[in-house]
Protein backbone atom coordinates (compact mmCIF):
# COMPACT_ATOMS: atom_id res chain seq x y z
CA UNK A 1 0.00 0.00 0.00
CA UNK A 2 1.30 3.78 0.11
CA UNK A 3 3.49 4.39 2.46
CA UNK A 4 4.12 7.88 4.04
CA UNK A 5 7.51 7.95 2.89
CA UNK A 6 8.30 9.38 -0.52
CA UNK A 7 6.92 6.92 -3.25
CA UNK A 8 9.95 4.59 -4.40
CA UNK A 9 7.72 3.47 -7.51
CA UNK A 10 7.91 5.36 -10.42
CA UNK A 11 4.70 7.37 -11.72
CA UNK A 12 5.41 7.40 -15.29
CA UNK A 13 2.56 6.67 -16.63
CA UNK A 14 2.07 5.62 -20.68
CA UNK A 15 1.23 8.87 -22.37
CA UNK A 16 -0.01 9.22 -25.53
CA UNK A 17 2.78 10.75 -27.13
CA UNK A 18 4.87 7.52 -25.72
CA UNK A 19 2.46 4.89 -27.04
CA UNK A 20 2.62 6.51 -30.27
CA UNK A 21 6.24 6.99 -30.31
CA UNK A 22 6.66 3.47 -29.33
CA UNK A 23 4.59 2.44 -32.35
CA UNK A 24 5.27 4.11 -34.62
CA UNK A 25 9.29 2.76 -34.35
CA UNK A 26 9.30 -0.36 -33.73
CA UNK A 27 13.46 -0.43 -33.06
CA UNK A 28 12.75 -0.23 -29.31
CA UNK A 29 14.82 -3.06 -28.69
CA UNK A 30 18.13 -1.81 -28.30
CA UNK A 31 17.52 -0.32 -24.88
CA UNK A 32 16.65 -3.64 -23.67
CA UNK A 33 20.40 -4.94 -23.81
CA UNK A 34 21.09 -3.19 -20.03
CA UNK A 35 24.45 -2.85 -18.51
CA UNK A 36 24.02 -6.14 -16.74
CA UNK A 37 25.40 -4.48 -13.54
CA UNK A 38 23.33 -1.83 -14.01
CA UNK A 39 20.08 -4.18 -14.33
CA UNK A 40 20.98 -5.86 -11.43
CA UNK A 41 21.27 -2.70 -9.37
CA UNK A 42 17.78 -2.01 -10.50
CA UNK A 43 16.31 -5.32 -9.66
CA UNK A 44 15.41 -4.78 -6.16
CA UNK A 45 13.51 -1.59 -7.27
CA UNK A 46 12.30 -3.10 -10.59
CA UNK A 47 10.30 -6.67 -8.80
CA UNK A 48 8.69 -4.74 -6.12
CA UNK A 49 4.65 -4.94 -6.80
CA UNK A 50 3.95 -1.86 -8.94
CA UNK A 51 1.19 -0.91 -5.83
CA UNK A 52 3.89 1.44 -4.68
CA UNK A 53 3.06 4.23 -6.47
CA UNK A 54 -0.70 5.38 -5.95
CA UNK A 55 -1.76 5.54 -9.30
CA UNK A 56 0.93 3.30 -11.03
CA UNK A 57 -0.43 0.63 -13.17
CA UNK A 58 1.05 -1.97 -15.08
CA UNK A 59 3.98 -4.27 -14.51
CA UNK A 60 7.19 -2.06 -13.25
CA UNK A 61 9.65 -3.52 -15.27
CA UNK A 62 7.65 -3.04 -18.18
CA UNK A 63 7.52 0.63 -17.34
CA UNK A 64 11.22 0.88 -16.81
CA UNK A 65 12.00 -0.72 -19.89
CA UNK A 66 9.76 1.84 -21.72
CA UNK A 67 10.98 4.93 -20.31
CA UNK A 68 14.45 3.58 -20.86
CA UNK A 69 13.40 2.71 -24.42
CA UNK A 70 11.85 6.17 -24.53
CA UNK A 71 14.51 8.23 -23.65
CA UNK A 72 16.93 7.64 -26.72
CA UNK A 73 13.79 8.28 -29.11
CA UNK A 74 13.96 11.80 -30.85
CA UNK A 75 10.50 12.99 -29.11
CA UNK A 76 10.49 16.46 -30.61
CA UNK A 77 12.08 19.46 -31.81
CA UNK A 78 14.69 19.64 -29.42
CA UNK A 79 16.36 15.97 -29.23
CA UNK A 80 15.67 12.97 -26.26
CA UNK A 81 13.40 13.49 -23.75
CA UNK A 82 16.18 14.45 -20.83
CA UNK A 83 17.68 16.65 -23.43
CA UNK A 84 14.43 18.57 -23.31
CA UNK A 85 13.48 18.28 -19.76
CA UNK A 86 17.15 20.51 -19.24
CA UNK A 87 16.73 22.68 -21.53
CA UNK A 88 13.12 23.75 -20.08
CA UNK A 89 14.31 24.28 -17.28
CA UNK A 90 17.32 26.39 -18.54
CA UNK A 91 15.15 28.32 -19.51
CA UNK A 92 12.96 28.90 -16.82
CA UNK A 93 15.75 29.25 -14.48
CA UNK A 94 17.69 31.84 -16.53
CA UNK A 95 14.41 33.87 -16.71
CA UNK A 96 13.87 33.65 -12.72
CA UNK A 97 16.64 36.25 -12.59
CA UNK A 98 15.13 38.25 -15.33
CA UNK A 99 11.56 38.30 -14.29
CA UNK A 100 9.48 40.65 -13.89
CA UNK A 101 5.65 41.38 -13.63
CA UNK A 102 4.62 37.94 -13.61
CA UNK A 103 1.80 36.51 -11.07
CA UNK A 104 1.37 32.75 -10.36
CA UNK A 105 -1.41 30.86 -9.09
CA UNK A 106 -1.58 27.60 -7.88
CA UNK A 107 -3.98 25.64 -6.33
CA UNK A 108 -3.21 23.17 -3.26
CA UNK A 109 -5.08 20.13 -4.07
CA UNK A 110 -3.92 20.61 -8.39
CA UNK A 111 -1.34 17.56 -8.82
CA UNK A 112 -0.12 20.28 -11.59
CA UNK A 113 1.17 22.57 -8.64
CA UNK A 114 4.58 20.92 -8.87
CA UNK A 115 5.18 21.66 -12.13
CA UNK A 116 4.69 25.51 -11.09
CA UNK A 117 6.38 27.88 -9.15
CA UNK A 118 4.70 28.04 -5.77
CA UNK A 119 6.85 30.71 -4.08
CA UNK A 120 8.43 33.77 -4.54
CA UNK A 121 10.43 36.46 -3.10
CA UNK A 122 10.26 38.79 -5.19
CA UNK A 123 7.56 41.98 -5.80
CA UNK A 124 7.18 41.47 -9.47
CA UNK A 125 7.26 37.81 -9.69
CA UNK A 126 4.53 36.77 -7.61
CA UNK A 127 3.16 33.36 -6.88
CA UNK A 128 0.48 32.11 -4.56
CA UNK A 129 -0.82 28.62 -3.42
CA UNK A 130 -4.93 28.72 -3.18
CA UNK A 131 -6.12 27.15 -0.41
CA UNK A 132 -9.53 25.89 -0.60
CA UNK A 133 -11.88 22.93 -0.60
CA UNK A 134 -12.98 21.21 -3.88
CA UNK A 135 -10.84 23.88 -6.07
CA UNK A 136 -9.70 22.96 -9.41
CA UNK A 137 -6.65 23.24 -11.57
CA UNK A 138 -6.94 26.58 -12.80
CA UNK A 139 -9.53 27.35 -10.19
CA UNK A 140 -8.71 31.61 -10.79
CA UNK A 141 -9.92 31.92 -13.89
CA UNK A 142 -13.46 30.21 -13.26
CA UNK A 143 -16.34 32.47 -13.30
CA UNK A 144 -16.73 33.97 -9.96
CA UNK A 145 -19.79 32.56 -7.81
CA UNK A 146 -20.74 33.82 -4.51
CA UNK A 147 -20.42 30.80 -3.46
CA UNK A 148 -16.70 30.79 -3.99
CA UNK A 149 -14.32 30.12 -1.10
CA UNK A 150 -12.90 32.91 0.88
CA UNK A 151 -9.07 32.21 0.12
CA UNK A 152 -10.00 31.97 -3.62
CA UNK A 153 -12.16 35.20 -3.78
CA UNK A 154 -8.81 37.05 -2.02
CA UNK A 155 -6.67 35.25 -4.52
CA UNK A 156 -8.81 37.36 -7.43
CA UNK A 157 -8.58 40.58 -5.79
CA UNK A 158 -4.96 40.27 -5.34
CA UNK A 159 -4.86 39.42 -9.38
CA UNK A 160 -7.45 42.37 -10.17
CA UNK A 161 -5.39 44.69 -7.70
CA UNK A 162 -1.56 43.90 -9.19
CA UNK A 163 -2.68 44.28 -12.67
CA UNK A 164 -4.75 47.60 -11.80
CA UNK A 165 -0.90 48.45 -10.43
CA UNK A 166 0.26 47.26 -13.52
CA UNK A 167 -1.72 49.15 -15.85
CA UNK A 168 -1.81 52.33 -13.80
CA UNK A 169 2.33 51.98 -13.73
CA UNK A 170 2.16 51.39 -17.39
CA UNK A 171 0.20 55.08 -17.71
CA UNK A 172 2.18 57.04 -15.63
CA UNK A 173 5.57 55.44 -17.43
CA UNK A 174 3.46 56.88 -20.57
CA UNK A 175 2.51 60.43 -19.40
CA UNK A 176 6.44 60.48 -18.18
CA UNK A 177 7.95 59.83 -21.55
CA UNK A 178 5.61 61.82 -23.56
CA UNK A 179 6.57 64.70 -21.18
CA UNK A 180 9.96 64.16 -21.86
CA UNK A 181 9.88 64.23 -25.57
CA UNK A 182 7.71 67.61 -24.77
CA UNK A 183 10.52 68.81 -23.13
CA UNK A 184 13.11 67.74 -25.12
CA UNK A 185 11.49 69.73 -28.43
CA UNK A 186 10.91 72.42 -26.55
CA UNK A 187 15.11 72.59 -25.14
CA UNK B 1 16.89 78.29 -12.80
CA UNK B 2 15.76 76.03 -16.01
CA UNK B 3 16.36 73.11 -14.07
CA UNK B 4 14.18 74.06 -11.32
CA UNK B 5 11.16 74.96 -13.61
CA UNK B 6 11.75 72.01 -15.16
CA UNK B 7 11.68 70.00 -11.96
CA UNK B 8 8.40 71.53 -10.83
CA UNK B 9 6.91 70.97 -14.33
CA UNK B 10 7.41 67.50 -13.95
CA UNK B 11 5.73 67.79 -10.30
CA UNK B 12 2.68 69.30 -11.38
CA UNK B 13 2.59 66.73 -14.33
CA UNK B 14 2.96 63.53 -12.11
CA UNK B 15 0.81 64.56 -9.94
CA UNK B 16 -2.08 65.54 -11.73
CA UNK B 17 -5.26 63.70 -11.75
CA UNK B 18 -5.15 61.54 -14.79
CA UNK B 19 -7.90 60.16 -16.48
CA UNK B 20 -6.62 57.66 -17.50
CA UNK B 21 -5.50 56.31 -13.65
CA UNK B 22 -8.43 57.55 -12.22
CA UNK B 23 -10.61 55.47 -14.52
CA UNK B 24 -9.52 52.53 -13.25
CA UNK B 25 -10.65 52.83 -9.49
CA UNK B 26 -13.93 54.57 -10.47
CA UNK B 27 -15.76 51.68 -12.63
CA UNK B 28 -18.58 50.05 -10.54
CA UNK B 29 -18.47 46.33 -10.57
CA UNK B 30 -21.29 44.82 -11.93
CA UNK B 31 -22.35 41.24 -12.07
CA UNK B 32 -21.16 40.02 -15.69
CA UNK B 33 -24.03 38.58 -17.84
CA UNK B 34 -24.03 36.31 -20.21
CA UNK B 35 -24.10 39.00 -22.87
CA UNK B 36 -19.98 38.46 -22.34
CA UNK B 37 -20.19 35.31 -24.06
CA UNK B 38 -22.61 35.61 -26.77
CA UNK B 39 -20.52 39.14 -27.54
CA UNK B 40 -17.76 37.23 -28.86
CA UNK B 41 -17.13 37.51 -32.09
CA UNK B 42 -14.57 35.21 -34.36
CA UNK B 43 -12.13 36.23 -36.98
CA UNK B 44 -9.35 35.01 -38.70
CA UNK B 45 -5.95 36.37 -38.26
CA UNK B 46 -3.17 35.57 -41.02
CA UNK B 47 -0.47 33.78 -39.28
CA UNK B 48 2.75 32.86 -40.24
CA UNK B 49 3.46 29.06 -40.86
CA UNK B 50 7.15 28.89 -39.69
CA UNK B 51 9.19 31.48 -38.07
CA UNK B 52 12.18 30.23 -37.79
CA UNK B 53 12.53 29.88 -41.31
CA UNK B 54 13.66 33.04 -42.79
CA UNK B 55 13.40 32.40 -46.23
CA UNK B 56 9.90 32.27 -47.14
CA UNK B 57 6.73 33.16 -45.21
CA UNK B 58 3.61 31.49 -45.61
CA UNK B 59 0.77 32.06 -44.45
CA UNK B 60 -2.60 30.32 -42.73
CA UNK B 61 -5.25 30.95 -41.02
CA UNK B 62 -5.67 31.28 -37.43
CA UNK B 63 -9.11 31.70 -35.45
CA UNK B 64 -9.13 34.36 -32.80
CA UNK B 65 -12.42 35.60 -30.60
CA UNK B 66 -13.10 39.81 -29.79
CA UNK B 67 -14.69 40.91 -26.81
CA UNK B 68 -14.79 44.61 -26.93
CA UNK B 69 -18.10 45.91 -24.76
CA UNK B 70 -16.05 47.11 -22.03
CA UNK B 71 -13.76 48.56 -23.78
CA UNK B 72 -12.59 52.04 -23.87
CA UNK B 73 -9.49 52.76 -25.85
CA UNK B 74 -8.07 55.96 -24.38
CA UNK B 75 -7.48 53.91 -20.99
CA UNK B 76 -7.96 50.21 -21.28
CA UNK B 77 -5.62 47.13 -21.42
CA UNK B 78 -5.98 44.17 -23.94
CA UNK B 79 -6.27 40.66 -22.66
CA UNK B 80 -4.76 38.16 -24.68
CA UNK B 81 -6.18 35.17 -23.60
CA UNK B 82 -4.11 32.23 -24.66
CA UNK B 83 -5.89 28.66 -25.95
CA UNK B 84 -3.86 26.07 -25.73
CA UNK B 85 -4.09 21.89 -26.37
CA UNK B 86 -7.89 21.83 -27.45
CA UNK B 87 -10.55 23.74 -29.44
CA UNK B 88 -10.87 26.58 -28.73
CA UNK B 89 -14.59 28.47 -28.76
CA UNK B 90 -13.02 31.49 -27.08
CA UNK B 91 -13.61 32.42 -23.28
CA UNK B 92 -15.69 29.48 -22.24
CA UNK B 93 -18.60 30.20 -20.11
CA UNK B 94 -17.69 28.87 -16.83
CA UNK B 95 -14.24 30.71 -17.23
CA UNK B 96 -14.94 34.01 -17.70
CA UNK B 97 -13.04 36.07 -14.79
CA UNK B 98 -10.63 37.52 -17.94
CA UNK B 99 -14.45 38.71 -18.49
CA UNK B 100 -14.68 40.46 -15.25
CA UNK B 101 -11.19 41.88 -14.95
CA UNK B 102 -11.64 43.29 -19.01
CA UNK B 103 -15.18 44.99 -17.29
CA UNK B 104 -13.39 46.56 -14.10
CA UNK B 105 -10.49 47.97 -16.18
CA UNK B 106 -12.47 48.61 -19.53
CA UNK B 107 -10.30 46.44 -20.73
CA UNK B 108 -10.40 44.30 -24.34
CA UNK B 109 -10.27 40.32 -24.61
CA UNK B 110 -8.43 38.91 -27.65
CA UNK B 111 -8.02 35.11 -27.42
CA UNK B 112 -5.93 33.31 -29.97
CA UNK B 113 -6.03 29.77 -30.71
CA UNK B 114 -3.28 27.75 -30.51
CA UNK B 115 -1.72 26.00 -34.01
CA UNK B 116 -2.78 23.13 -34.76
CA UNK B 117 -5.95 22.66 -32.25
CA UNK B 118 -9.29 23.18 -33.92
CA UNK B 119 -9.56 25.42 -37.09
CA UNK B 120 -5.84 26.77 -36.86
CA UNK B 121 -4.59 24.26 -38.82
CA UNK B 122 -0.59 25.45 -40.80
CA UNK B 123 -1.29 23.00 -43.31
CA UNK B 124 -4.94 22.34 -43.80
CA UNK B 125 -5.81 18.42 -43.50
CA UNK B 126 -2.08 17.85 -44.15
CA UNK B 127 -1.13 19.24 -40.34
CA UNK B 128 -0.93 16.16 -39.11
CA UNK B 129 2.28 14.57 -40.30
CA UNK B 130 5.11 13.65 -38.51
CA UNK B 131 6.93 16.48 -40.94
CA UNK B 132 4.39 18.92 -40.99
CA UNK B 133 4.07 18.29 -36.85
CA UNK B 134 7.63 19.63 -35.93
CA UNK B 135 5.93 23.36 -36.27
CA UNK B 136 3.75 22.27 -33.44
CA UNK B 137 6.24 23.55 -30.53
CA UNK B 138 5.78 26.13 -27.85
CA UNK B 139 8.12 28.20 -29.14
CA UNK B 140 6.51 28.63 -32.66
CA UNK B 141 2.89 28.87 -30.20
CA UNK B 142 5.02 32.07 -28.69
CA UNK B 143 5.82 33.94 -31.45
CA UNK B 144 2.39 33.25 -33.21
CA UNK B 145 1.40 35.73 -30.02
CA UNK B 146 4.58 38.03 -30.24
CA UNK B 147 3.29 38.32 -34.34
CA UNK B 148 -0.53 39.03 -33.11
CA UNK B 149 0.25 41.44 -30.82
CA UNK B 150 2.34 43.25 -33.11
CA UNK B 151 0.18 42.95 -36.49
CA UNK B 152 -2.92 44.19 -34.06
CA UNK B 153 -1.04 47.34 -33.20
CA UNK B 154 0.44 48.22 -36.62
CA UNK B 155 -3.21 48.16 -37.83
CA UNK B 156 -4.69 49.85 -34.62
CA UNK B 157 -7.86 47.22 -35.18
CA UNK B 158 -9.82 47.67 -32.33
CA UNK B 159 -8.96 51.52 -31.65
CA UNK B 160 -5.94 49.53 -29.93
CA UNK B 161 -3.13 52.00 -29.91
CA UNK B 162 -0.60 52.53 -27.06
CA UNK B 163 -2.74 50.72 -25.27
CA UNK B 164 -1.01 47.93 -22.55
CA UNK B 165 -1.19 44.23 -22.83
CA UNK B 166 -1.75 41.47 -20.45
CA UNK B 167 -1.48 37.89 -21.06
CA UNK B 168 -3.35 35.32 -19.08
CA UNK B 169 -3.53 31.69 -19.75
CA UNK B 170 -4.50 28.64 -17.26
CA UNK B 171 -2.04 25.46 -17.17
CA UNK B 172 -0.32 24.80 -20.76
CA UNK B 173 -1.19 28.37 -21.74
CA UNK B 174 -1.01 29.66 -18.17
CA UNK B 175 3.56 28.64 -19.09
CA UNK B 176 2.80 30.03 -22.13
CA UNK B 177 1.34 33.08 -20.40
CA UNK B 178 4.63 33.04 -18.34
CA UNK B 179 7.37 32.68 -20.73
CA UNK B 180 5.68 35.15 -23.14
CA UNK B 181 6.04 38.11 -20.64
CA UNK B 182 9.90 36.84 -20.23
CA UNK B 183 10.54 36.55 -23.91
CA UNK B 184 8.66 39.49 -25.12
CA UNK B 185 8.67 42.06 -21.99
CA UNK B 186 8.35 44.80 -25.25
CA UNK B 187 4.74 43.47 -25.95
CA UNK B 188 3.05 42.55 -22.45
CA UNK B 189 3.19 44.84 -19.35
CA UNK B 190 2.50 41.75 -17.45
CA UNK B 191 1.40 37.93 -17.47
CA UNK B 192 -1.27 36.28 -15.52
CA UNK B 193 -0.21 32.61 -15.08
CA UNK B 194 -2.93 30.09 -13.95
CA UNK B 195 -1.61 26.29 -12.30
CA UNK B 196 1.17 27.19 -15.26
CA UNK B 197 3.45 24.16 -15.74
CA UNK B 198 6.82 26.39 -16.54
CA UNK B 199 9.09 23.58 -14.99
CA UNK B 200 9.92 20.39 -16.86
CA UNK B 201 9.85 17.27 -14.85
CA UNK B 202 11.15 14.25 -15.88
CA UNK B 203 9.19 11.09 -14.04
CA UNK B 204 6.97 13.14 -12.18
CA UNK B 205 5.60 11.18 -9.10
CA UNK B 206 4.71 14.44 -6.68
CA UNK B 207 1.83 14.38 -9.41
CA UNK B 208 0.73 10.94 -8.32
CA UNK B 209 1.41 12.14 -4.21
CA UNK B 210 -0.77 14.99 -4.51
CA UNK B 211 -3.65 12.68 -6.15
CA UNK B 212 -3.11 10.70 -2.63
CA UNK B 213 -3.04 13.81 -0.81
CA UNK B 214 -5.42 15.58 -1.94
CA UNK B 215 -8.15 12.38 -1.97
CA UNK B 216 -6.97 11.64 2.11
CA UNK B 217 -8.46 15.08 2.94
CA UNK B 218 -11.53 12.91 2.53
CA UNK B 219 -9.81 10.15 5.07
CA UNK B 220 -7.93 7.06 4.46
CA UNK B 221 -10.63 5.01 3.01
CA UNK B 222 -10.95 7.43 -0.39
CA UNK B 223 -7.47 6.90 -1.48
CA UNK B 224 -7.53 3.68 -0.31
CA UNK B 225 -10.47 2.77 -2.51
CA UNK B 226 -9.09 4.60 -5.62
CA UNK B 227 -5.85 2.82 -5.22
CA UNK B 228 -7.52 -0.83 -4.84
CA UNK B 229 -9.72 0.29 -7.88
CA UNK B 230 -6.27 0.76 -9.84
CA UNK B 231 -5.32 -2.85 -9.04
CA UNK B 232 -8.95 -4.50 -9.69
CA UNK B 233 -8.27 -3.40 -12.92
CA UNK B 234 -4.87 -4.17 -13.21
CA UNK B 235 -5.64 -7.93 -12.50
CA UNK B 236 -8.63 -8.32 -14.51
CA UNK B 237 -6.64 -6.78 -17.71
CA UNK B 238 -4.26 -9.11 -17.23
CA UNK B 239 -6.00 -12.27 -15.90
CA UNK B 240 -7.49 -13.37 -19.32
CA UNK B 241 -7.87 -11.75 -22.90
CA UNK B 242 -11.32 -12.57 -22.87
CA UNK B 243 -12.13 -10.86 -19.53
CA UNK B 244 -9.86 -7.95 -20.73
CA UNK B 245 -11.75 -7.51 -23.79
CA UNK B 246 -15.20 -8.06 -21.59
CA UNK B 247 -14.23 -5.14 -19.27
CA UNK B 248 -13.07 -2.84 -21.83
CA UNK B 249 -16.26 -2.70 -24.04
CA UNK B 250 -18.44 -1.79 -21.13
CA UNK B 251 -16.93 1.24 -21.69
CA UNK B 252 -18.10 3.10 -25.38
CA UNK B 253 -14.97 2.64 -27.47
CA UNK B 254 -13.20 0.66 -25.05
CA UNK B 255 -12.20 -2.64 -26.73
CA UNK B 256 -10.55 -0.85 -28.74
CA UNK B 257 -7.93 0.62 -26.43
CA UNK B 258 -4.65 -1.88 -25.41
CA UNK B 259 -4.44 -2.85 -21.85
CA UNK B 260 -1.70 -0.14 -20.80
CA UNK B 261 -3.93 2.67 -22.55
CA UNK B 262 -6.94 1.60 -21.03
CA UNK B 263 -5.12 1.23 -17.72
CA UNK B 264 -3.88 5.18 -18.18
CA UNK B 265 -7.75 6.22 -19.09
CA UNK B 266 -8.77 4.35 -15.96
CA UNK B 267 -6.03 6.12 -13.53
CA UNK B 268 -6.55 9.33 -15.33
CA UNK B 269 -10.64 9.39 -14.77
CA UNK B 270 -9.41 9.61 -10.92
CA UNK B 271 -6.99 11.93 -11.65
CA UNK B 272 -9.33 14.03 -13.63
CA UNK B 273 -12.08 13.94 -10.88
CA UNK B 274 -9.73 14.98 -8.34
CA UNK B 275 -8.10 17.73 -10.32
CA UNK B 276 -11.09 19.69 -11.28
CA UNK B 277 -12.95 19.90 -7.78
CA UNK B 278 -14.55 16.76 -7.42
CA UNK B 279 -13.12 14.78 -5.22
CA UNK B 280 -15.56 15.43 -1.88
CA UNK B 281 -17.95 14.07 -4.01
CA UNK B 282 -16.23 10.89 -5.23
CA UNK B 283 -15.11 10.32 -1.97
CA UNK B 284 -18.61 10.97 0.07
CA UNK B 285 -19.77 7.90 -2.60
CA UNK B 286 -17.40 5.76 -1.43
CA UNK B 287 -17.91 6.48 2.40
CA UNK B 288 -19.41 3.48 4.04
CA UNK B 289 -19.37 1.18 1.45
CA UNK B 290 -17.59 -2.47 0.80
CA UNK B 291 -14.95 -2.86 -1.71
CA UNK B 292 -17.01 -4.18 -4.19
CA UNK B 293 -19.45 -1.02 -3.75
CA UNK B 294 -17.02 1.30 -4.09
CA UNK B 295 -15.70 -0.29 -7.20
CA UNK B 296 -19.05 0.37 -8.86
CA UNK B 297 -19.43 3.75 -7.82
CA UNK B 298 -15.27 4.35 -9.33
CA UNK B 299 -16.79 2.65 -12.66
CA UNK B 300 -19.68 4.78 -13.21
CA UNK B 301 -17.75 7.86 -12.24
CA UNK B 302 -14.73 6.76 -15.15
CA UNK B 303 -17.85 5.69 -17.38
CA UNK B 304 -18.63 9.52 -17.53
CA UNK B 305 -15.06 10.46 -19.66
CA UNK B 306 -14.42 9.49 -22.73
CA UNK B 307 -11.68 6.86 -23.81
CA UNK B 308 -11.50 7.77 -27.26
CA UNK B 309 -8.29 10.61 -26.41
CA UNK B 310 -6.33 7.81 -24.68
CA UNK B 311 -7.01 5.47 -27.49
CA UNK B 312 -4.15 5.26 -30.12
CA UNK B 313 -6.29 3.68 -32.39
CA UNK B 314 -9.34 5.59 -32.17
CA UNK B 315 -7.07 8.97 -32.54
CA UNK B 316 -5.73 7.21 -36.17
CA UNK B 317 -9.32 6.12 -37.43
Given at each position: MFTSTAPTGSGTRPSLSNVFAIQRDQKCGAPLVLPVLHLIRLLPDLLRPSSHAFLQTGPRLLQEVLRRCLRGRNLGEGGDQEHGVRRTLRQVHQHHLLQRR??????????????????????????RVIDCPNCAHCVDLYTPEFSDADSLKKARDEQYLTISEWIANYWQEVSRNNLEKLLLQEI | MKLIFLLALLLVVLARDDPKYDALY?????????????????????QIVDHYDYRQEQRFNQRYWVVDEYFNPRSGPVYLYICGEWICSGVPELRTWVGVLAQKTQGLVLVLEHR???????????????????????????????????????????GITNNPWVSVGGSYPGALSAWFRIKYPHLVIGSLASSAVVLAVEDFKDFDEQ?????????????????????????ILYSSPEAALEFKSQFPGGMKLTNDEFLFFWADSNVLTVQYGGRTAICQQLAAKNEDEQFEVIKQNALNFDVYEYSSYWLRN
Open positions: RRYASVDIDPWRWASLQHTENRDLVA | RTPTQPLTNSFIDAQEMHWFSFYGDSLPFGKQSFTLENMRLLNSEQALRDLAFFIEEIKSTQAYIYLSSARSGDFCWQALNASNHRVES
